[in-house]
């Protein structure tokens, strides 16, 4: 399966911007990690197809929300009061069998697919 992020850019701290993730194929579990220069790449947050159930990181909680589209095979991350700290290239990964358990932990091994990233910079 093949993804291909949008959306990324420039906002000023409190600013909003949504990222989108159009996927080539079937996926189930359709994640968002980020990577800020010099730390390791996190998991932002995660949608499973079969339940619509989602998972955040508690960094984001309460200010960014993941959403999908099926019949569109698309799957947006609506990020709003951005802060400096959400400085990162954000991925989007998927896979065709993972299920990600809002009691756990997802990483970035578990997944098969991966875009090519795109830059989120907040910053005034």
């Known amino acids: 399966v093949q993804l291909v992020e949008s959306g990324g850019g420039l906002v000023q701290p409190g600013g909003s911007l949504r990222l989108s993730c159009k996927a080539s194929?079937?996926?189930?579990?359709i994640a968002w990690f980020r990577q800020a220069p010099g730390k390791e790449r996190e998991g932002v947050s995660c949608?499973?197809?079969?339940?619509?159930?989602?998972v955040y990181a508690d960094s984001v909680k309460g200010r960014f929300t993941i959403s999908r589209d099926n019949a569109k095979s698309t799957v947006y991350l609506q990020m709003n009061s951005l802060r400096p700290e959400d400085t990162a290239i954000y991925y989007c990964?998927?896979?065709?069998?993972?299920?990600?358990?809002?009691?756990?932990?997802?990483?970035?091994?578990?997944?098969?697919?991966w875009g090519q990233g795109t830059q989120v910079t907040v910053s005034s």
């Open positions: 194929g079937f996926t189930h579990a």
């Open positions: 949608s499973n197809r079969s339940d619509g159930s989602t």
């Open positions: 990964a998927a896979d065709a069998d993972l299920y990600c358990d809002v009691n756990g932990p997802f990483v970035p091994g578990d997944f098969h697919s």
